[in-house]
């Protein structure tokens, strides 16, 4: 089983919202990630997670909040999200952060109204 | 900083054969990885070089030269469901390992 799931697929929030966007994966892979894409552009590396533990945070501002309850589960709260975050967010697995196969899932299509 | 350059635009006709080059420059170098992403999808893993050499996986061969910071993605018997972007994606580590990416080859096979 090499899937990586997200929900919801979509998500339309107002900028005063708080939401939060889900990710899991039964692959026993021990570091996710949170990517942000806009559209005809590469995947920005957000978050690293490597043994539930953040190991990278690339300077996301704080309204992007990730949490990761256990090996499987990755989220990230939304709150006070400005239009320019609307994008689509994807999370990714792999065995271990020195690992170059990452497994994504489909994503959560973002629109802050 | 990290930098990468690929190609932005590639076409090619069904049952070609075609390169995507990568070059890069980069601190803290761990490997070579290529990323498939069709229109409305998420990137698929294809492959990844840690080492200098090809590796070859079906009909896509990647290879990589650490010395010359350069990789390429080559693929063989083009078909029409080929047709998607390509992005090489540099793993680094330092503190951390993490996948920085290139801009994406966006590659059309005609028929």
């Known amino acids: 089983d090499t899937e990586v799931t997200q929900t919801p697929k979509h998500l339309v929030m107002g900028m005063t919202n708080k939401k939060s966007l889900k990710c899991e994966q039964h692959m026993g892979h021990r570091a996710m990630y949170w990517y942000k894409q806009k559209a005809k552009k590469p995947p920005e590396l957000m978050f690293v997670?490597?043994?539930?533990?953040?190991?990278i945070n690339e300077s996301v501002p704080s309204r992007f909040s990730p949490e990761c309850p256990n090996s499987s589960l990755l989220n990230l709260h939304l709150h006070a999200l400005q239009p320019e975050d609307s994008a689509l967010y994807l999370c990714?697995?792999?065995?271990?952060?020195?690992?170059?196969?990452?497994?994504f899932g489909p994503g959560t299509r973002l629109t802050v109204t | 900083g990290q930098s990468l350059e690929q190609p932005s635009e590639v076409t090619a006709v069904e049952g070609a054969i075609v390169q995507i080059n990568c070059t890069y420059q980069?601190?803290?170098?761990?490997?070579l990885s290529w990323y498939q992403q069709h229109d409305g999808g998420a990137p698929t893993f294809l492959s990844y070089n840690a080492l200098d050499g090809l590796e070859e996986t079906g009909r896509f061969s990647s290879f990589l030269s650490r010395s010359d910071s350069y990789g390429y993605l080559l693929l063989q018997e083009l078909q029409m469901k080929d047709s998607a972007s390509y992005f090489c994606?540099?793993?680094?580590?330092?503190?951390?390992?993490?996948?920085?990416f290139g801009q994406g080859t966006e590659l059309s096979v005609k028929p």
């Open positions: 990714a697995s792999s065995q271990g952060e020195k690992g170059g196969e990452q497994y």
């Open positions: 980069t601190s803290g170098f761990y490997g």
């Open positions: 994606a540099v793993l680094i580590y330092n503190q951390g390992g993490k996948l920085i």
């Open positions: 997670y490597s043994y539930e533990k953040l190991s």
